[in-house]
């Protein structure tokens, strides 16, 4: 059962375009998500997040939209860059019972390809 | 601030043997979450550790375990490897479990 998906496990994008990464999940306990980039041989690394009592979160280039009833999140970089290529992770925390204590549940990860 | 380390980087077993993995979190974080990642399934939580408390563990079998000590240094421990072992494991350390910060991994592989 996934309860985080990332549907599309690749994206190209041009430089200086935008990049559109998007996330959905099943589970309504889930309060809190997370991005994060990896590239190989690495571990991966903390982007940006967003909390359930908010809509949106920015940070430079990156942006994070939550949409709770549609249980989507969309990370969005602008302008996309050739060292944004990388393999991106949405990742939420949050259960019922308070039995979350360190626990992400990660998607399967989309590859961006960012062209010069 | 130092980022989180995990030693050692590769490992090579044989099936049978048990392996011992380390992960110093950042300094000041007193919370510790492993990860095994695999092409099939992806990034999977195994447990977290707080203040030397297991708080919470995934669904792997009991081959697998771990230990918080005082310093908040980790230590994760696999019995009886199986093939099906191989993977990049890793560790996370977060202040207070929620926004983690990852270390660079070990890449185990079962022979």
């Known amino acids: 059962d996934q309860q985080v998906k990332q549907n599309s496990p690749s994206l190209s994008v041009q430089e200086g375009r935008i990049s559109i990464l998007n996330c959905d999940y099943t589970?309504?306990?889930?309060?809190?998500f997370l991005w994060y980039k990896k590239y190989p041989a690495e571990g991966p690394t903390f982007l940006i997040s967003i909390s359930s009592i908010k809509d949106k979160n920015e940070d430079g280039r990156f942006t994070v939209f939550l949409n709770k009833s549609a249980k989507h999140l969309s990370l969005h970089i602008v302008p996309s860059q050739p060292g944004d290529s990388a393999v991106y992770f949405c990742a939420a925390n949050g259960e019922a019972g308070g039995t979350s204590y360190g626990k992400l549940t990660f998607g399967q990860g989309t590859i961006l390809t960012v062209h010069p | 601030k130092a980022g989180v380390t995990q030693t050692p980087r590769y490992l090579i077993k044989t099936r049978g043997q048990q392996v011992t993995l380390s992960c110093s979190p950042i300094?000041?974080?007193?919370?510790v979450s492993w990860y095994q990642q695999t092409p099939g399934q992806g990034l999977q939580f195994l447990f977290e550790y707080f203040s030397e408390t297991q708080r919470n563990k995934g669904n792997f079998p009991g081959r697998f375990s771990g230990r918080q000590f005082s310093n908040s240094r980790s230590e994760m421990n696999v019995s009886t490897l199986e093939l099906g072992d191989s993977a990049l494991y890793l560790c996370?350390?977060?202040?207070?479990?929620?926004?983690?910060?990852f270390g660079a991994g070990t890449r185990l592989s079962v022979l």
């Open positions: 300094s000041g974080h007193r919370s």
């Open positions: 996370a350390s977060s202040y207070r479990g929620n926004i983690q910060y």
């Open positions: 589970n309504s306990m889930f309060d809190y």
